[in-house]
């Protein structure tokens, strides 16, 4: 099995997650009062040369003068709260993975898209490891060790020594949101049995995904209940129309559009969280005798009841954005109509305006064809081609032929000489012009075709 998580491990689908240069590294300790049990959580800053010396430190210290055992070490990756970024470099963090035997797991656990996963531990071995990842926002391993009780061969030694307690060592890549939700888990009221449970990291994951998944719906039920007082497609009596929304149709699909994209990703997240409250209840069903009671049932219970919940509000909030998704593309199905319908009645207008103008023009036209024989003909005389002096004296009849005869000048000649080949050069260049016209388009065309 180990065999097959590194095969997986090769094949990483997150980014590179860490920064080469970064000087400091953030990590978070959980302490327990000897006596009490009490936890006390400790987030700090280390530099990378002193990641040695922290990986090396005793797990018995003193807090305020009372010893306290640690049970808990986290390593941040990813971008903190606060904007910056704390994550160990590529070097330091190989350190922190080899140190704690995480190896295999964190190169599983990046190679997951989501999920959560056991690695088989070795038969000789009180440690497991552990992976959970749901991309792209969180990615743990952790590996966690039971106390051997059998080292303690002196009776004297067993007697005297404080009770040994399970430790947890994990490295985790969090964004600001997801890392600040994990950070107030942490430092909530946990009791020292269950912190010190295998699935501990579990629950915290399930949680915080739990409580993203809350906010995210909560925002989209928001951007939901603004759009059904827009467009007015609902029955609650409590919400009014605050104004329309025919200018803003396609801003408000969009938003819907952005919604239902959102609760599919909710879906998705729902669906890691049961597999998270799913393994927690493995785990506890599967221990072996002489473990302690399985602590995790009710946690795991009440998560899985709440995702039983969220399941009923995603698929109630879906329906509620595809029904204005519905009634978003009515509204503006009915908005193109009206504005066809109105472009139709432009149309129609400019048709009927243009065919008032073709009667005026051709009434133009008829008027034009009246006169243009006459103004021809008055043109034609007007000009100095016909000698009209000599024919002035010449009494009706005496013409050729008994007919009115009116001697034309060499201008006459001159005119038709002129105007006649004029006429066809004229035709001739606006025939050219057209074969160029034709010739260049069917250029076009091929050139488009090809």
Request: net charge positive; aromatic share 8%.
């Amino acid at each position: 099995m180990l065999d097959l998580h590194r095969h997986f491990g090769t094949r990483r689908v997150w980014e590179r997650i860490e920064v080469p240069k970064s000087p400091t590294i953030d990590v978070t300790e959980i302490w327990c009062h000897d006596g009490t049990g009490a936890p006390a959580v400790e987030s700090r800053n280390i530099s990378a040369l002193d990641l040695e010396n922290w990986l090396q430190e005793p797990s018995a210290k003193y807090i305020h003068s009372e010893d306290h055992t640690r049970v808990f070490r986290i390593v941040w990756v990813g971008v903190a709260p606060t904007g910056a970024r704390y994550s160990p470099s590529d070097r330091d963090l190989q350190r922190v993975l080899s140190a704690w035997g995480l190896q295999d797991g964190y190169d599983y656990a990046l190679s997951c898209f989501a999920g959560v996963s056991a690695l088989p531990s070795l038969s000789d071995s009180n440690t497991r490891i552990f992976t959970a990842a749901y991309h792209p926002k969180l990615a743990l391993t952790w590996s966690h060790t039971t106390p051997d009780t059998t080292k303690h061969t002196s009776t004297y030694l067993a007697s005297t020594a404080a009770p040994a307690k399970a430790t947890t060592n994990m490295v985790i890549f969090a964004q600001g949101e997801e890392r600040r939700n994990l950070l107030a888990s942490l430092k909530s009221t946990w009791s020292l049995s269950l912190i010190t449970d295998p699935m501990f990291p579990a629950l915290l994951s399930s949680l915080v995904l739990a409580q993203d998944l809350d906010s995210t719906l909560e925002d989209i039920k928001t951007v939901v209940r603004n759009v059904e007082a827009r467009t007015g497609h609902h029955r609650f009596s409590t919400r009014r129309q605050t104004r329309p929304a025919a200018g803003e149709l396609g801003s408000l699909s969009a938003e819907m559009s952005g919604c239902a994209a959102k609760l599919a990703n909710g879906t998705r997240k729902l669906k890691v969280i049961e597999a998270l409250n799913s393994f927690l209840a493995d785990h506890d069903s599967h221990r072996r005798s002489g473990s302690p009671p399985p602590i995790m049932k009710s946690h795991s219970s009440l998560l899985a009841h709440r995702a039983q919940m969220q399941e009923i509000d995603i698929t109630c909030t879906h329906q509620r954005v595809q029904i204005q998704i519905g009634a978003l593309l009515h509204l503006i199905a009915q908005q193109d109509n009206a504005i066809a319908f109105e472009t139709a009645n432009a149309t129609r207008s400019i048709a009927k305006d243009s065919l008032q103008d073709a009667s005026s023009m051709k009434m133009l036209a008829l008027v034009a064809m009246f006169f243009l024989p006459g103004s021809f003909v008055a043109a034609l005389f007007s000009a100095p081609v016909f000698d009209w002096d000599s024919s002035a004296g010449t009494p009706a009849g005496a013409g050729a032929g008994g007919g009115l005869g009116v001697p034309t000048k060499l201008g006459f000649k001159l005119f038709w000489a002129i105007a006649v080949p004029l006429t066809v050069v004229t035709f001739g260049l606006y025939g050219m012009w057209i074969w160029l016209q034709k010739k260049r388009m069917r250029r076009r065309l091929n050139a488009g075709f090809a």
